[in-house]
């Protein structure tokens, strides 16, 4: 295993121009990116013509299914609660306080994160909630109190969540996803995860799940790839969902994008591919530590994306030295999927300034600022573009513990996307009430009459007059 230590000078308007930094554009969007795209919509439009069918013959090529009835990928509850008792004490109370530090995140931004509308053309008399009694509801009174528009937020009946697994276990990427789901109202959560070589979903996984879905209805399927994406699209052995979310590689992504522009799900903006991970540094920054970072996220797998920025230029030999040390060690990588040959980059800057600027430019999926303690806040104030940013602590902790979900955007996303909310998880509906006949709602029927006579709709504004 190497590393291959790709020096890189920041250069202005080279960098504006996508030149220079290989990185700004991510490897995933030329050739290879065409081939899976390729292949991808070729599988799903397979099992979107054969059903249950497309979804055993693809079970059985990636997933190692054996059986004749796809129905048996449904794993019982039983063996859910079951798996509790097969895994360490230790585990177990580790994933119970994750749960409980996610689920605590989310309840107390739920308040936050309720939808109001609001319109210069109308004055709020009033905060009383509309009648019904859902908080997420407010109502807006017009000037004369004959027309208010109100935005009512309500959970989707249906939520799937993607875990990646396989030979490998992410029990957080269930929690990561399925508690925020939960705390939103969403009543009914399908998990798909691929099981592993044989043929089962890990007791760690299950446990994750058996934590999360106390007092909800969560159904979970051996079931992966694109395979899994397009069974919760359609309906096929799994539920029909109404929204997908979870982190994956980039078959499933792409799967996700796919049935998404389909129409079929919703899914989030936030493109949750292969992990990416910068650190902004100086020559306080602890190298072994620096080194360990860095191939954390690495280890996620292959097209990961690793690269440190600084402007002092003594932290890249000292970092090249750690990370050669524990690349000899052939035990650094433990999953199946970590590269042979790791690609990281040094960027050097002429000050904190145009590392702010690179970060802004490259919208990482995480950045970690380890650099002197009294710059850190300073500069995660200027950071616009990024997944999650991490101060003086390591990464991984966000992938646990911190509380938010770990389901970030990657691939660039995170320039108009942020992480898994409780929004990716509702919908509003506005209702709009009122009589416009009444003649203090005049200049609003005359302004809508003018408008839609200046876009040709003459039978708009009929639907006006006719009330007037």
């Not at 990185?23 to 099992?47: G, M, P």
């Not at 078959?251 to 389909?262: N, Q, R």
């Not at 506005?430 to 003018?450: F, P, Q, R, Y």
């Amino acid at each position: 295993m190497e590393v291959n230590f790709i020096r890189v000078d920041f250069k202005e308007e080279q960098a504006k121009q996508r030149q220079g930094l290989p990185f700004l554009e991510r490897a995933f969007t030329s050739t290879r990116y065409l081939r899976v795209r390729k292949q991808v919509q070729k599988i799903i439009a397979e099992i979107e013509k054969t059903g249950e069918a497309g979804v055993l013959k693809f079970a059985k090529k990636f997933d190692g299914f054996s059986g004749d009835n796809i129905k048996n990928i449904k794993v019982s509850e039983s063996e859910i609660e079951a798996s509790t008792k097969r895994i360490s004490p230790e585990l177990l109370s580790a994933i119970e306080l994750a749960a409980e530090r996610i689920r605590k995140h989310y309840s107390q931004n739920k308040n936050s994160e309720d939808i109001k509308e609001i319109e210069d053309t109308i004055e709020r008399k009033n905060n009383s909630e509309i009648a019904d009694g859902n908080k997420n509801v407010e109502q807006l009174n017009s000037k004369a109190d004959t027309l208010t528009v109100a935005t009512k937020t309500l959970p989707l009946e249906v939520a799937g969540v993607y875990v990646p697994g396989g030979n490998a276990k992410y029990p957080s990427s269930v929690l990561m996803n399925v508690i925020p789901a939960q705390v939103a109202g969403v009543k009914k959560i399908v998990v798909c995860t691929p099981p592993n070589s044989e043929g089962k979903i890990s007791d760690e996984v299950l446990s994750a799940i058996a934590v999360a879905s106390k007092n909800s209805n969560v159904e979970v399927y051996a079931l992966g790839g694109i395979q899994a994406v397009a069974a919760m699209a359609f309906g096929f052995v799994a539920p029909k969902v109404d929204v997908i979310c979870g982190p994956g590689n980039a078959f499933v992504a792409e799967a996700l994008s796919i049935v998404s522009a389909a129409s079929l799900v919703r899914v989030p903006p936030s493109v949750a591919g292969p992990s990416e991970i910068a650190i902004i540094c100086d020559k306080t920054t602890d190298p072994t530590h620096l080194a360990l970072d860095l191939l954390a996220q690495i280890e996620h797998g292959v097209d990961g994306l690793a690269f440190v920025v600084s402007w002092d230029e003594e932290i890249f030999e000292k970092l090249q030295k750690e990370l050669n040390e524990k690349l000899e060690n052939k035990s650094t990588f433990t999953q199946s999927g970590a590269k042979e040959n790791i690609e990281i980059y040094v960027v050097a800057v002429k000050d904190k300034e145009q590392a702010v600027e690179l970060i802004n430019m490259s919208a990482p999926e995480h950045l970690q600022i380890d650099c002197e303690l009294s710059l850190q806040q300073e500069i995660a104030a200027q950071i616009k573009n990024v997944g999650a940013v991490f101060c003086g602590l390591p990464t991984a902790i966000g992938d646990y513990v911190a509380g938010p979900s770990h389901t970030l955007p990657t691939g660039g996303s995170a320039k108009f996307s942020g992480a898994i909310s409780l929004s990716d998880f509702q919908k509003t509906i506005n209702i709009i009430s009122g009589d416009i006949s009444n003649v203090e709602n005049k200049e609003l029927a005359d302004a809508t009459i003018t408008l839609a006579k200046a876009e040709g709709l003459e039978l708009h504004a009929q639907s006006i007059e006719s009330r007037l």
